[in-house]
């Protein structure tokens, strides 16, 4: 296989390899992979790497629609591509402190799996905003608001349990990915979204757009449809071809786990009492899957700096590996940043990638296990070397027991991290 990328805009002049790398998707509708280094979802990166990506997406779409230009997206820009942890975080400090402010309250809709901190990070960036993101979850004691298809997916069926009262407010309409390539899936959500609550104005933000002319026509035939204007916004734009043919089983095995700990010891942390909970459920409140508010951004920082304040009293020095678990990113990121130490982030996922060790391509290695939240869904994580990390520390939305967790466990101490820390938020 491979793809040709054509790249035709670069608006922030962010060197291409800071975006992504590639791999081969195991999916015979879409047979590759823009592996982000920008995301924390399949590569380890610093947790303010991604809230500050986030951060350049909301900077960059308030620049082209009040048509105004920033004096700081220059300095969040250079700050993004430094390695130095000390010099990310005072960047991240100087976006935070010059909120983004429309006409109107921005409504954010992030896209799950992979796009659910991103979308909440850019809803931070915005002084009043409102920010919901879409969910592979059925929660049994609600009704979804819509539904719609994300059809190159693994799993296809998204749901958007948003507050309908958010919903009806005529105001702009914000959907945030990391990646569009054929724009599909935006098109299925603003025909849900307008056949309920109509507006005139839709927005796509995303870090990568490959759209082809055939495609961006589709968008202009829904725009002439239905009387809409759809903009998109994007950090890196271009086109890319595609020749082979995609895998529909893998060419090796992902690496799963059924033996012991081996020795490693592995500690629980329980810090639901720093956190909101979705009444009569085991779901948080807070993590946008329900809709949010500007009023609880004050909150949802507390509770993170709380949490990590809690577990620093535990872990300290050496090289840590924090693991987010499936949708449920962006408050583990949040807690990872405010830890001390090497600290290194990524995310559990349920889409399987396939795992070469081959120098050069983004997914060395990749290892299965069943969800501990939910033993029927299978789960991946990547790129964890062995003796890199002293320690993990795995964050869940909701409370899993230790059997539950031990298929993945036992992946971590084959890696040779031998200290593991089970954390449960609900």
Known sequence: MSVNLNVTQNRLTIPVDEFFNMAARINKKRGF???????????????????????????????????????????????????EREELRKTYDLLKSKPLKLQDAPIVIGFAETATALGHAVFDCFDQAYYIHTTREAVDELTPEFNFKEEHS???????????SILRKAHPILLVDDEITTGKTCLNIIKELHAKYPRN?????????????????????????????????????????????????PINEFHSSISKLNGAVVKRHDLSAHFRHLSGSSYLADSGRFGIDDSVKEKIEESCQNASNQLNREIQGGKTLCLGTGEFMYIPMKIASYLHGDIYYHSTTRSPVQPVDSEGYAIRSGFTFPNPEDQSVQHYVYNIPVGKYDRAVIMFEKEVSEEEAQSLTSLLAERKINKIHIVTCS
């Open 154 to 164: 693994h799993a296809v069926d998204q749901r958007c349990y948003a507050d309908e």
């Open 201 to 249: 104005h839709y927005s796509v933000l995303s870090l990568l757009d490959w759209r082809s002319e055939e495609h961006i026509n589709q968008y202009r035939a829904l725009e002439k449809e239905i009387d809409i204007t759809i903009t998109v916004h994007s950090l890196l734009k271009g086109t890319i071809s595609f020749e082979g043919k995609p895998l529909e089983e």
């Open 33 to 83: 992979l823009f592996v982000s280094k920008m995301l924390g979802k399949h590569i380890p990166v610093d947790p303010y790497k991604p809230l500050l990506a986030s951060g350049l997406l909301a900077l960059s779409y308030y620049e082209s629609v009040m048509n105004t230009p920033l004096e700081h997206i220059q300095d969040v820009r250079n700050g993004f591509l430094s390695n």
